[in-house]
């Protein structure tokens, strides 16, 4: 499974951005993919994911309201919307994939693939 990130950059708070998670190598289907992201100096953190199975969907409190993730399974992407964003959400943002369904790990265990991450960056 190799899975490509895009859409990070530079926003002023309260702005927007739209990340995508391209993957292939697998049936795109019967893969969860989940969001996770870490700022200089703190620990991974599980930010959203939508499962496989009937893609139940998950969001961190610190982000509850601004994010949302959904799924295309024609283009084999899944989607970050990121709305209101704050400083705090300023972070190396990486999408991974789960072949275990209906799957949420918030530090990001039984996730097999990972991208390569794309920089998201909020001033305030």
């Known amino acids: 499974v190799q899975l490509v990130e895009s859409g990070g950059g530079l926003v002023q708070a309260g702005g927007s951005l739209r990340l995508s998670c391209a993957a292939s190598?697998?049936?795109?289907?019967?893969?969860?993919i989940g969001w996770f992201r870490q700022a200089p100096g703190k620990e991974r953190e599980g930010v959203s994911c939508?499962?496989?199975?009937?893609?139940?969907?998950y969001y961190a409190d610190s982000v509850k309201g601004r994010f949302t993730i959904s799924r295309d399974n024609a283009k084999n992407t899944v989607y970050l919307q990121m709305n209101s964003l704050k400083p705090e959400d300023t972070a190396v943002y990486y999408c991974a994939a789960t072949t275990i369904s209906n799957w949420w790990h918030h530090k990001g265990v039984g996730y097999a693939y990972w991208g390569q991450g794309t920089q998201v960056t909020v001033s305030s």
């Open positions: 190598g697998f049936t795109f289907d019967d893969l969860g």
């Open positions: 939508i499962a496989s199975g009937d893609g139940f969907t």
